[in-house]
Nanobody
Framework: QVQLVESGGGLVQPGGSLRLSCAASGSSTGINVMGWNRQAPGKERELVAT???????IYANSVKGRFTISRDNTKNTVYLQMNSLRPEDTAVYYC?????????WGQGTQVTVSS
């Protein structure tokens, strides 16, 4: 059974940094695409960043230049380095991974940006 487990969320002041991690387990094949989405209270879930197995990346305009997505294929782990955090970045951040034709999701980790 495929599982994705996020870690690294928490409370941070505006302008601060956090690093999220997501480790995937239970897959007998490689993970083609990994990424992060987020959902703020009262809003729809939105794309934050995506990275392919060849490390090609896509970012939402709202996080370009502040967030960096990376992955370690040997560990089936994806990271999200978040710098210059803003209150509007407050949300539950979800990891996702594409295995074959199926998307798998983590349980989410809360990120709160507040003074």
């Amino acid at each position: 059974q495929v599982q994705l487990v996020e870690s690294g969320g928490g409370l941070v002041q505006p302008g601060g940094s956090l690093r999220l991690s997501c480790a995937a387990s239970g897959s007998s094949t490689g993970i083609n695409v990994m990424g992060w989405n987020r959902q703020a209270p009262g809003k729809e879930r939105e794309l934050v960043a995506t990275i392919t197995s060849e490390s090609k990346t896509i970012y939402a305009n709202s996080v370009k230049g502040r967030f960096t997505i990376s992955r370690d294929n040997t560990k089936n782990t994806v990271y999200l380095q978040m710098n210059s955090l803003r209150p509007e970045d407050t949300a539950v951040y979800y990891c996702r991974g594409l295995i074959g034709r199926s998307w798998f999701w983590g349980q989410g980790t809360q990120v709160t940006v507040s003074s």
